[in-house]
């Protein structure tokens, strides 16, 4: 997806990808910057 793009326009299979790895991804951001956590809700 090219800067600016539409998560739409991201390919249904990295977006599956993502989607398994979501608690994982967000675990790894809170432990990288602890002052700009985000948490699971959409």
């Known amino acids: 997806m090219p800067p ?4 739409k326009e991201i ?3 990295v977006m599956e990808i993502i989607e398994e790895h979501w ?3 967000i675990d790894a ?3 990288k910057d ?9």
């Open 29 to 31: 951001w809170n432990e």
């Open 4 to 7: 600016g793009g539409r998560i």
């Open 34 to 42: 602890p002052e700009k956590p985000v948490s699971g809700a959409e």
């Open 23 to 25: 608690d994982a991804l």
């Open 11 to 13: 390919d249904p299979a």
